[in-house]
């Protein structure tokens, strides 16, 4: 039988959905850039990636109604992968399509998705149980 161990670190991070908020992920991930040893030019765009997802729950995700976004960094020797969650209205990432994209890339203030994608190794956009949330998940491998 093989025991596998991953080799891997996960920070959590939770804030409230306002935009005066998204900063601390920011920070977060600076923080975690020096344990990574991550150059200048991948922290940059891992930053504005991250800010793209938290805007998207900031958003979208509750309305005017307060709510959380939960951030998480798993950090692995060969990779960084950030999860952005919310438990607000939802969406279903494969209705508003276009030629295959998201019809929200589009549209202006709506490239975010096309953003994190031109960044990301690999992404992965899935809508909550129950209509209720979603989750943005995205790895950036090192």
Same mark, same amino acid.
């Given at each position: 039988?093989?025991?596998?161990?991953?080799?891997?670190?996960?920070?959590?991070? *939770?804030?409230?959905?306002?935009?005066?908020?998204? *900063?601390?992920?920011? =920070? #977060?991930?600076?923080? =975690? @850039?020096?344990?990574?040893?991550?150059?200048?030019?991948?922290?940059?765009? =891992?930053?504005?990636?991250?800010?793209?997802?938290?805007?998207?729950?900031?958003?979208? #995700?509750?309305?005017?109604?307060?709510?959380?976004?939960?951030?998480?960094?798993?950090?692995?020797?060969?990779?960084?992968?950030?999860?952005?969650?919310?438990?607000?209205?939802?969406?279903?990432?494969?209705?508003?399509?276009?030629?295959?994209?998201?019809?929200?890339?589009? *549209?202006?203030?709506?490239?975010?998705?096309?953003?994190?994608?031109?960044? #990301?190794?690999?992404?992965?956009?899935? @809508?909550?149980?129950?209509?209720?949330?979603?989750?943005?998940?995205?790895?950036?491998?090192?």
């Amino acid at each position: 039988m093989a025991h596998i161990v991953e080799d891997s670190r996960m920070v959590r991070l *939770t804030i409230p959905a306002k935009p005066e908020y998204v *900063t601390l992920s920011r =920070l #977060a991930l600076t923080g =975690l @850039a020096g344990v990574l040893a991550l150059p200048d030019d991948t922290l940059a765009d =891992l930053k504005l990636a991250l800010t793209e997802a938290c805007s998207n729950s900031v958003r979208h #995700a509750y309305g005017d109604a307060d709510g959380r976004v939960q951030i998480s960094f798993q950090l692995s020797e060969d990779r960084l992968v950030v999860e952005v969650s919310d438990d607000g209205a939802g969406f279903d990432p494969g209705a508003n399509t276009r030629n295959g994209e998201q019809a929200d890339d589009l *549209t202006e203030g709506g490239l975010g998705i096309a953003i994190i994608r031109s960044i #990301a190794d690999e992404l992965e956009i899935v @809508a909550q149980e129950h209509g209720r949330g979603s989750r943005l998940r995205f790895v950036k491998l090192l």
